[in-house]
């Protein structure tokens, strides 16, 4: 089952990447006890405008590659923080200033990070 997360994590980068999404984080979960999944995959975007364009991105690339839809999606009204939840994996497309605020990678320091080099 990690290989499928695994992959939908790529594919989740690949769709942030298409929008030029920056800062992309994965934290594996999976050595954490009672995590609420096994992966997070954080990035942002510069407006609401760009979030709203990453999400959109990750919700097709992964319907497309993975024939599955987020069980959940919250925060496209404002577009300031999207919280897409695919079950095995969450992701998180922040406006610099909430990513900041929320500090998620602070939260989850004990996990295992990658941090993905922005494509300029």
Not at 15 to 22: D, L, N, T, V, Y
Not at 27 to 39: A, E, F, M, T, V
Not at 68 to 81: F, I, L, Q, T
Request: glycine share 4%; net charge negative.
């Amino acid at each position: 089952m990690a290989d499928e997360a695994k992959i939908l994590v790529d594919t989740i980068v690949e769709a942030i990447q298409e929008k030029k999404g920056k800062k992309i984080v994965t934290i594996d979960l999976r050595s954490i006890p009672g995590g609420i999944c096994q992966y997070f995959v954080l990035c942002e975007g510069n407006t609401p405008t760009q979030t709203s364009a990453i999400s959109d991105s990750v919700w097709d690339f992964v319907r497309k590659r993975a024939n599955e839809k987020p069980y959940v999606m919250d925060g496209a009204r404002n577009a300031e923080w999207i919280a897409m939840d695919y079950g095995t994996v969450i992701v998180h497309i922040f406006l610099p200033d909430r990513r900041d605020h929320y500090n998620l990678e602070h939260l989850w320091a004990d996990a295992k990070m990658t941090r993905i080099p922005d494509l300029d």
